[in-house]
């Protein structure tokens, strides 16, 4: 079973991955979720409209709650880091 909540330090999974067998693989269920906020992000969308999107697209989080504006931040200023760290870009 994917545990995508907890990894094996102690803290949360990011959002788009999850734990298996002590790996972290992508998941690509929250992929579609994350490419959608990184596409709302390039149009010039900002955290707490891109929140207040998903919410209002029934979009559920990974907890089944509605989307944290902190939340979605966390999803693009990680994917800005791994595109400077790769080089490259996203899409």
Not at 21 to 26: R, S, T, W
Not at 40 to 45: A, D, E, R, V, W
Not at 78 to 87: A, E, T, V, Y
Request: hydrophobic residues 25%; contains cysteine; proline residues 4%.
């Amino acid at each position: 079973m994917i545990d995508r909540t907890k990894n094996k330090r102690g803290g949360h999974t990011p959002y788009g991955y999850a734990y298996f067998d002590g790996q972290l693989l992508i998941d690509p269920k929250e992929q579609i979720i994350v490419r959608k906020t990184l596409k709302l992000n390039q149009l010039g969308l900002l955290g707490n409209a891109i929140a207040r999107q998903l919410n209002n697209q029934k979009i559920p989080s990974r907890n089944g709650k509605s989307w944290c504006p902190s939340v979605v931040r966390k999803i693009i200023k990680r994917n800005k880091s791994s595109q400077k760290k790769s080089g490259g870009s996203n899409e």
